[in-house]
Structures are given as structure tokens and as C-alpha cells.
């Protein structure tokens, strides 16, 4: 891009005005300044210059190289409680097709796969994926995929979307590009679940609540249902008529 003359102008009165960097603070050897003329022409040129590159994070790859179960979701009673509520909260009894954004290792996936006759389960980390595969290997109708969401995204309509203990590893913009990504592909008489441990996250922007909100309020549909207790929040997304008729 070309910025303008006033723009210029001002960027540069911004760098003039940071003398500890641009211009020596005495005659004395080391007082040097610190960025060079040859390192600021790169800021005073007609011309700037602008990459745009998605961010990466390498930290839940190293979380599952260090530890085939890092969330004990295989002897915590609190996982497997969990992995119930969630279950026992879907309005259906099957569905056609449907997507886990986020699967880990798969303790949820093995779950999910009785209730789905096509279960495609994504995930960023190789390693993951890796145990993933070894747990579901005798299981049909299960497809595994490494993604990053919401850049990479599987093709076709989904009528069951999960997305659990993963909306808090993603930036506020990727929440957002994810949520129209589930706008996209889920059916009319489509389910979206969310999952979410209600404490703070360390290291990320978001928490489950956060997740929640933004997904609430996006008008995917409507709420079917919500769990909240002290550790775990749960929120049901459809049409109303899924709800089984309690009198049948």
C-alpha cells in the first residue's frame, strides 16, 4: 500500500519521538543508537508492505507428544460424567452425518459414533490424531482429519456438529470464522452442541462461557436446552420439533 503524505509525516514524527532508539543517548562508546538508518528506511519508504499469515500454535501437538491421555479423559470420573451429560442431551437418537470439531484423542469420538452413520472427527494435532486412530480403528463409519479450523473445513452438509472442550484454544476472529463455517454446512433440521469446562483457561484469550455467549448469539438457532454447573456448561442448538415428544 501507498500511504498517504500525512501519514507518512506522522509516522515519522512517531519514530523521531522514541530518541532512545533512533538516535544516540551520548558520545559514549555503547550509547550507540539502537536501530540503525539501514533498519529504519524500511519504515520511510513511498511503500509498505503487509503479510498476512495465519497464526500457529504448537502448544496442543507438544501436550499430546508428552502424553497419550493429557486430560485424563480415559480415568477421570469428571470426563466420563462429562461425556454423558452431552450425550444425554441430544435430541435425537441418531443422525445422518455428523462433525466433532476438535476430537483429541477420541474418548468422545468412540461415544458419538454409535449415534452417527457417518462421523468425520477433525483435529490440528498429528500426534491426536495418532491416538485417535488407534483408539477407533474397529469402529465403521468414522473418518479422521487433520484441520485447522475454521481454515480447513471437511466438504458436505452435517446434521450433528459437536464442539467440545476446543472453542477456547481458538482467537475471538477464528470463533467467529467458525461459526459461520457451522452456518454453513449444518442441515435445516440440524444439531449444534457445544461443551465447555467453566473455568479460566490459561494461555488463551477465551473460556467456555465466552465461547458460549458468542455462539448463543449468533442465531444458529434455537436453544433447546443448556446445562451449567460449577465445572461444565453444556448448550443445545435446533429446531424445536427435535425435542422427543415426552408422551409417545
Not at 44 to 55: P, R, S
Not at 63 to 79: F, L
Not at 195 to 218: K, N, Q, S, T, Y
Amino acid at each position: 500500500m501507498r500511504p498517504s503524505p500525512v501519514a507518512r509525516e506522522a509516522k515519522a514524527r512517531a519514530m523521531a519521538a522514541h530518541r532512545s532508539q533512533v538516535a544516540p543517548l551520548s558520545p559514549a562508546p555503547g550509547d550507540e543508537a539502537l536501530l540503525s538508518p539501514g533498519f529504519l528506511a524500511h519504515f520511510t519508504g513511498a511503500e509498505e508492505l503487509f503479510v498476512e499469515a495465519g497464526a500457529t500454535d504448537e502448544a496442543l501437538e507438544q501436550v499430546h507428544r508428552r502424553d497419550a491421555d493429557p486430560w485424563g479423559t480415559d480415568r477421570r470420573w469428571y470426563e466420563q460424567r462429562k461425556r454423558s451429560l452431552l450425550l444425554a442431551a441430544l435430541p435425537r437418537a441418531s443422525f445422518l452425518r455428523g462433525l466433532e470439531v476438535g476430537c483429541s484423542t477420541g474418548a468422545l469420538t468412540a461415544e458419538l459414533a454409535p449415534r452417527c452413520r457417518e462421523l468425520v472427527a477433525l483435529d490440528a494435532s498429528p500426534a491426536a490424531l495418532g491416538h485417535a486412530r488407534d483408539r477407533l480403528a474397529l469402529l465403521d463409519g468414522v473418518r479422521l482429519e487433520a484441520a485447522v479450523v475454521p481454515g480447513e473445513w471437511p466438504e458436505g452438509d452435517f446434521d450433528l456438529v459437536v464442539l467440545s472442550e476446543t472453542g477456547y484454544f481458538l482467537s475471538p476472529r477464528d470463533l467467529e470464522g467458525l461459526v459461520e463455517r457451522v452456518r454453513d454446512c449444518l442441515t435445516d433440521d440440524g444439531v449444534l452442541v457445544l461443551c465447555h469446562w467453566r473455568h479460566r483457561v490459561e494461555g488463551w484469550v477465551l473460556d467456555g462461557p465466552d465461547v458460549h455467549r458468542v455462539v448463543a448469539a449468533a442465531g444458529l438457532g434455537d436453544v433447546l436446552g443448556t446445562w451449567v454447573d460449577r465445572d461444565v456448561e453444556l448448550l443445545v442448538i435446533g429446531p424445536t420439533d427435535l425435542l422427543p415428544d415426552p408422551r409417545a
